[in-house]
């Protein structure tokens, strides 16, 4: 089992070894049942006191995530107790588990797409809400055109009619740069990923707001970074805290999602844009500029992009296509320059090769046509639907104690319990009604906050939405009751 302890930040090392457990088991990489290493084995292997490891496994045993069992050892902890006896078939793969490997974390997969019936968890969107069917006459007519392109490679950096297409695309977000200056990717993940792999290393700080997208914390994690957190508020990150951490660390990435920031909704103020670019001018660090779904507003325009105020090439300005147009296509663009750019590059050709050129080609009639416009008009229409009758449910419905965020635009609402109350534990009730979401800890790298959760109003129809926020409320009224007639926890 892989721990990389860092000796270097404020964190205590036991909670170091206890948060990446954690990690570990919430990412299906230990699973039930798995037997850990003896507190005298792992205390050796991580060069760390035995009553350091004794600690770790005190709270992890507390918070109920392994068990004890005298003679035998420690383990994940299972349902039922003596599950850890039974002999399934999949015990003859145990020799897998004597493998290193280096995934500390990878959690959001795990939520990403799940098999429960009223699904809130991803912010994806409706398939029926997007252009399915001019999609499916162009890629017919592309083919019958040039049916060869089956048989081609595509650019490393990306089809160049695309990349002119996305740079005038770009321009209604005020970002400026240039076909040369703009990488086509996997979506937004891999943009995240390359950058990422070519600029962060074992101990290198990044600075994360907290909460944030996970699948941003499990890359960075993936690379063994310092990451230390600034937390969000209605105005987005807390610049004020992130210059008092530049002051004592020198942060090599600064990942921000300014506009409709996942998880939270919030927005950056333009003022806080630009403090955030001053501090990352004077500490020589990259901004990565993450903008999955700025094209969904529903009052009026966000600010302009952090981008369009740079430079001096700070800024990687990233954009998926993905959750607005097409996400079977998996498109999306990183746009930066100088030799940060170039670098970006290389690394795009050791991973790929380049993304696939059907799908590159697939997309391009739509981008700055017409079309476009009148489906981005009516997604957000739509979607400002469902999010207000979400909240319309949450107001009727969630029990005192009960708060939430309005989102001005995005896909996603992050809901606070009482504090007590971890929402962990309120998905496997919701499971039980099949139902999904996703939990406020998945969001969090170290400061384990468990009373918050994310639902997303995208990607349920409106019958499926009344269903699950009247359910999910249901429950939150049952957990809070059983608090008050217990006088404690349930959970403890």
Not at 31 to 40: I, K
Not at 169 to 182: H, Q, R
Not at 278 to 302: G, H, L, M
Request: charged fraction near 20%; include cysteine; proline fraction near 5%.
């Amino acid at each position: 089992m892989q721990i990389d302890i860092q000796r270097n930040v404020e964190i205590s090392l036991s909670k170091q070894i206890y948060q990446s457990i954690i990690d570990r088991i919430r990412s299906g990489l230990l699973q039930e049942g798995v037997q850990l290493p003896s507190v005298r084995d792992l205390s050796k292997q991580l060069g760390v006191s035995l009553v350091t490891v004794v600690k770790a496994y005190q709270e992890l045993e507390k918070e109920g995530f392994i068990t004890s069992i005298q003679g035998r050892g420690t383990f994940v902890k299972v349902k039922k107790s003596e599950e850890v006896d039974k002999k399934e078939e999949t015990l003859s793969y145990d020799w897998q588990l004597s493998v290193q490997d280096y995934l500390p974390r990878s959690q959001f997969a795990r939520f990403h797409l799940v098999p429960e019936k009223i699904h809130l968890s991803s912010s994806m969107i409706d398939p029926g809400l997007l252009p399915n069917r001019f999609l499916e006459q162009e890629i017919h007519k592309m083919l019958s055109n040039n049916p060869r392109i089956l048989s081609q490679y595509g650019e490393i950096q990306g089809d160049a009619e695309l990349r002119n297409a996305m740079h005038e695309y770009l321009k209604g977000f005020e970002v400026p740069t240039t076909p040369e200056n703009i990488l086509v990717t996997s979506g937004s993940q891999q943009g995240i990923d390359l950058v990422a792999r070519t600029f962060v290393g074992p101990g290198d700080v990044v600075v994360m707001e907290a909460p944030t997208y996970p699948g941003a914390i499990d890359v960075f994690r993936g690379r063994g970074a310092t990451i230390l957190t600034v937390p969000v508020d209605k105005d987005g990150m807390r610049v004020d805290i992130l210059q008092n951490l530049c002051d004592k660390h020198k942060p090599k990435i600064i990942y921000t999602i300014p506009t409709f920031h996942n998880p939270t909704g919030s927005v950056m103020t333009l003022k806080r844009r630009r403090q955030l670019l001053d501090i990352a001018q004077s500490t020589q660090s990259i901004i990565i500029e993450d903008d999955p779904c700025s094209e969904i507003y529903f009052d009026k325009k966000p600010p302009a992009s952090i981008k369009s105020m740079d430079h001096h090439g700070h800024v990687i300005y990233l954009k998926g296509l993905s959750k607005t147009l097409a996400p079977g296509c998996r498109i999306g663009i990183v746009a930066a320059t100088g030799s940060i750019f170039n670098r970006l590059l290389a690394a795009k050709a050791n991973t790929d090769l380049g993304s696939p050129l059907l799908t590159q080609k697939s997309i391009l009639p739509f981008i700055n046509s017409k079309r476009m416009l009148d489906h981005l008009k009516k997604l957000r229409t739509a979607l400002r639907i469902r999010r207000d009758l979400v909240l319309e449910l949450l107001s009727q419905h969630s029990p005192d104690g009960v708060s939430w965020v309005i989102p001005q635009g995005g896909l996603n609402l992050w809901i606070s319990l009482p504090s007590w109350l971890d929402s962990n534990h309120v998905l496997l009730e919701a499971k039980k009604q099949q139902l999904t979401f996703l939990p406020g800890s998945a969001c969090f790298l170290v400061e384990q906050e468990n009373n918050h959760l994310r639902v997303s109003y995208s990607y349920m129809n409106e019958l499926l939405l009344h269903q699950g926020i009247t359910t999910l409320c249901n429950i939150l009224h049952s957990e809070i009751s059983s608090k008050k007639v217990s006088g404690s926890s349930p959970y403890f």
